[in-house]
């Protein structure tokens, strides 16, 4: 299906008229997938990045010299491009029982991101962005082939601080981006005013958060 990440393929299939319960009890897991291209190893030189550059991928530019940033300049053997080949970056997003809860109540595309990341699904950003720490393709084909700002750029619903796509807390105000209802523990959206699974009454009550 052509969607832009993982999440988004449920998204997909309830437009498509597959209910939500459906979706949840058959699904075992889903994995988005890109391809980026390989730095030529017969023209590889070390680069430097911009602080630019770096801040769009959340890292400081006192952590550029812990990293050894390249690209092909370009030779016969890549036809002058600069890559030769191509390797595939993947995210998998496991259908565990929170988060089967969580698609059965309809929870929106964004909660069942940010449960997935809770739970320590790798992105696609963090996938290209492995791929250029270890210096198999380059900052500019992560932008290339990754939605930076989705990925990179997220902003906290409450103070506005940009946030890296696993943060599970806003390092600016505090405010936790999971949630769980007080009553009966599972997954619940912060939108939600009653929990659809044991009819608790959000109304003029602390919502719990919860990192697990």
């Known amino acids: 299906m052509h969607t832009n990440s ?30 980026v291209r390989v730095i030529c190893p017969k023209c590889r030189v070390k680069v430097q990045p911009s602080e630019r550059d770096l801040a769009r991928i959340g890292l400081a530019k006192s952590n550029n010299g812990e990293i050894a940033f390249s690209q092909g300049e370009g030779c016969q053997a890549c036809g002058r491009t600069g890559y030769r080949g191509r390797t595939g970056i993947f995210e998998i997003l496991p259908f565990h029982q929170q988060m089967r809860d969580l698609v059965t109540g309809n929870g929106s595309e964004t909660d069942v ?55 599970v807390v ?33 109304a003029g009550v602390a919502r719990k958060r919860s990192f697990a």
């Open 113 to 167: 991101r940010q449960l997935a990341v809770a739970k320590g699904m790798v992105t696609l950003g963090q996938a290209a962005l492995a791929k250029v720490k270890d210096g198999v393709t380059t900052l500019a084909e992560l932008y290339r082939v990754v939605e930076t700002e989705e990925e990179f750029g997220a902003g906290c619903p409450q103070c506005g601080v940009s946030l890296g796509a696993d943060f």
């Open 6 to 35: 993982s999440a988004g393929t449920i998204t997909r299939l309830r437009n498509l008229g597959v209910p939500s319960y459906l979706i949840a009890s058959t699904l075992i897991a889903i994995v988005a997938q890109r391809l």
């Open 170 to 202: 806003c390092p600016g105000c505090g405010h936790s981006l999971v949630s769980s209802c007080p009553s009966c523990r599972k997954m619940v959206s912060p939108h939600w005013k009653f929990c659809p699974y044991c009819r608790h009454n959000f």
